[in-house]
């Protein structure tokens, strides 16, 4: 399985991007897709996750809920993250992941950088 995402830069505080990671490979259908981020001398964080059945549903941050929200398209093995209001905080590095079968995989990152 690889995962490969998109759609980072740079922004100014309040403004909006969006992240796309497409996974390709043998995917069990039924797994968990979602965004984990790691800003500079931090840990990597949960950000969001969302698993592709119709039970159960996304799971945020406290940090990014109401301003963050995650998607999928199923059928093409996506997940994405819209991101508004972004605040010099959420700069790091987002990285897309996938559990599926007791295994996660992970993306190779992608930068977002919050900065006037």
């Known amino acids: 399985v690889q995962l490969q995402a998109s759609g980072g830069g740079l922004v100014r505080p309040g403004g909006s991007l969006r992240l796309s990671c497409a996974a390709s490979?043998?995917?069990?259908?039924?797994?968990?897709m979602g965004w984990y981020r790691q800003a500079p001398g931090k840990q990597r964080e949960l950000v969001a996750t969302?698993?592709?059945?119709?039970?159960?549903?996304?799971n945020y941050a406290a940090s990014v809920k109401d301003r963050f929200t995650i998607s999928r398209d199923n059928a093409k093995n996506m997940v994405f993250l819209e991101m508004n209001n972004l605040k010099p905080e959420d700069t790091a590095v987002y990285y897309c992941?996938?559990?599926?079968?007791?295994?996660?995989?992970w993306g190779q990152g992608t930068l977002v950088t919050v900065s006037s």
């Open positions: 992941y996938l559990w599926a079968m007791a295994k996660t995989y």
């Open positions: 490979g043998n995917i069990f259908q039924l797994n968990l």
């Open positions: 969302l698993p592709s059945g119709s039970s159960g549903g996304a």
